[in-house]
Structures are given as C-alpha cells and as structure tokens.
C-alpha cells in the first residue's frame, strides 16, 4: 500500500469530523451574516450587508466591543500572573505524592458544572454573602465589601474558571528548564527576582503565549459569566450573540457578530505573533 493511502485512510476519519462539526456550521453561519433575516421565519429574505454595519447603525456596540475587549485583556493578564506563579510553585513542589495534590487542586474546577461555579460566586460576592460574613465576624461595624454585579466580580469568575489553562501550559513549559540553568544563575549572583524575569518567563514564554491564547479567545465571547455575575453591566458581545441568537431570533446579525468578534481576534494574534518573531530574531 502506498504511503499516501496510509495517510489519507488515517487523517479522513479526522477531517471528516472536523468538517461536518465545524466547517459546515461555520459556513452555513457565513451564509447567515448575510441575509436580511432568519431563513426559517416568515420574512421575505435578501442578500444584505447591513448586518455588518451593526456599529455603524447602533453606536453602543462600541462601547460594548471595547469593554468585552477589556474584560478579556483583564482576565488573560490575571490568569498570566497567578498561572504563572502557582505553575512555578507547582514545578519547584519536587516530585511524588506533593505535586500530585497541587496538581489536582488546580485541575478541580473542571471536575464540578461551570454554572454551580459562577452561582458559587454570587454567594460569595453578593452583599451580606460570605465576603460580608467574614469581614463581619472580625469587625463588626464594617460596610459592606460585596461587588456582586459588577465588571470586577466578571474578571473574577472568569480567572477561576479559565486559570487551570494557563497553570497547566506554564507548568508544561517550566518542568521542561533544566535545573542546572537556574543554579548555575544562583552561582553567579543572581537574586531570585533576576531568575524570575531574566530567566523563567523568557524561557517559559512558549507556555504562556498558548495559555493566553486557551484563555482570549473564549473569554471574549464568554456570556454565562457575564450574565450572571455582571447582572445590568454584564452586557458583552457574548450576551448580544447570545441574545440574538435565543431571544430576538436575529440570526443573521448574531452570526455577523460573531465573524467580526473572529476576525478582530485573529488580527490581534497575527500582530502578537508577529512582534514575538521579531523579538526572537532580534
């Protein structure tokens, strides 16, 4: 049998999944931004661009746009930092049965439903909740702390469920540096803040550049968190889609939506992959 039989008769099963899974939906959704109205209704339907004008003809989804933007630059640096951190904490843990128990606690989000997580945390946030509850029980007199429906209480439920993402592909990335480098730093000098930033995070970025791509690109179009802890501020492209799609039954503009959201995604990792070239050949 030739080789390029062997191939093709493995890769088919793949990429006739991914076709009908993916490829087709997408392309039937292309199709979508362009009509005038939902194909399954009773509306007469015509080929338009009007749904890509969206910002044009409602100057809120800017200010809509620019805040999700926000919300997912928020939480892709918080997961970088605390990711970074608890996977270097996880990496230098040593080996046996330490690791193993670190390694589960930060896997165990995942082990529960993502929407008890973020109910979690209205009890949690929630004025009079458990935040209060504990800063009361120390002081008595204190006010209130809790923020629930708020921007930060988003940014917060966000870290917590995408954070095992970044741990584990910072972990991946650093248990793969050689011990050696870091003592042979320690011999010539060097303070532990030297080897943090002079030597791990450059030698780590791999694993923190794929960690913040895992974490981008769904948080920008995340809803449920929005939804929920965000309350009347949680308004994202993510609920506008959402929304559109379930509520208002306006297909055609949830999927035009949901082609800018890509394409403004996919401009922003060409340019970072591109100034990561440049800053790797230089």
């Not at 933007?69 to 605390?82: F, K, W, Y």
């Not at 999927?255 to 970072?272: D, E, G, H, Q, Y």
């Amino acid at each position: 049998m030739p080789k390029w039989v062997a191939t093709v008769a493995l890769l088919l099963p793949t990429y006739a999944w991914l076709t009908l899974a993916i490829f087709l939906p997408l392309c039937a959704m292309f199709a979508f931004s362009f009509l005038s109205a939902t194909p399954m209704g009773n509306e007469q339907v015509s080929f338009t661009l009007q749904q890509y004008a969206v910002f044009q003809t409602q100057p809120y989804m800017i200010e809509v746009a620019i805040w999700s933007l926000m919300i997912a630059v928020a939480t892709t640096l918080g997961c970088a930092i605390l990711g970074f951190l608890a996977a270097l904490a996880l990496a230098r843990a040593g080996l046996g049965r330490s690791r193993q128990i670190l390694l589960i606690l930060i896997v165990l989000p995942f082990w529960t439903n993502q929407l008890i997580r973020i109910f979690s945390w209205t009890m949690v946030l929630r004025s009079g909740g458990f935040l209060d509850s504990v800063l009361h029980f120390f002081w008595a007199g204190a006010p209130s702390i809790g923020f629930l429906y708020t921007r930060p209480a988003i940014v917060l439920g966000l870290i917590h469920g995408y954070l095992p993402y970044m741990v584990l592909t910072c972990y991946i990335a650093l248990i793969a540096i050689d011990d050696e480098i870091i003592e042979a730093a320690m011999s010539l000098g060097a303070r532990w803040w030297t080897i943090l930033f002079k030597v791990l995070v450059p030698m780590a970025m791999p694993g923190l550049v794929s960690g913040c791509v895992l974490i981008f690109v769904p948080v920008i179009g995340a809803f449920m968190e929005p939804r929920i802890l965000g309350g009347p501020v949680g308004v994202t492209l993510g609920t506008v889609i959402e929304d559109q799609f379930t509520q208002a039954f306006n297909w055609p503009l949830g999927s035009a939506l949901s082609f800018i959201m890509l394409a403004v995604v996919l401009a922003i990792f060409a340019t970072f992959s591109g100034v990561l070239r440049r800053n790797a050949s230089a």
